[in-house]
């Protein structure tokens, strides 16, 4: 069974930083092509940033290119959101997922993050 497990949101400033970290436990976690998603009140779910299994391979929302990086330690089973700049609207539930071989996708419970004005 594939469990992920979020951690590291929380309450920051405008300016400030963040970073969180998604743990995955069951399967090969070298195997995962990793996200990070988001959901704002009202509004839908959105891919914010993606790596592919070996890490060699990010891709970014425009909303936030520059300010935020993903990145992965095969070693841990840890996946990772440095979150920098952050704005307001960044205010989200940010959720982790794994996907096994373009078919089967995995998610987490998801951890709160609040930027203040």
């Known amino acids: 069974q594939v469990q992920l497990v979020e951690s590291g949101g929380g309450l920051a400033q405008t300016g400030g930083s963040l970073r969180l970290s998604c743990v995955v436990s069951?399967?090969?976690?070298?195997?995962?092509?990793l996200a990070w998603f988001r959901q704002a009140p009202g509004r839908g779910r959105e891919r914010v940033a993606s790596?592919?299994?070996?890490?060699?391979?990010?891709f970014y929302g425009d909303f936030v290119k520059g300010r935020f990086t993903c990145s992965r330690d095969n070693a841990k089973n840890t996946y990772y959101l440095q979150m920098n700049s952050l704005k307001p609207d960044d205010t989200a539930i940010y959720y982790c997922?794994?996907?096994?071989?373009?078919?089967?996708?995995?998610w987490g419970q998801g951890t709160q993050v609040t930027v203040s004005s």
């Open positions: 069951g399967g090969t976690f070298s195997s995962y092509a």
């Open positions: 997922k794994a996907n096994y071989l373009g078919r089967y996708d995995y």
């Open positions: 790596i592919n299994p070996s890490g060699s391979t990010t």
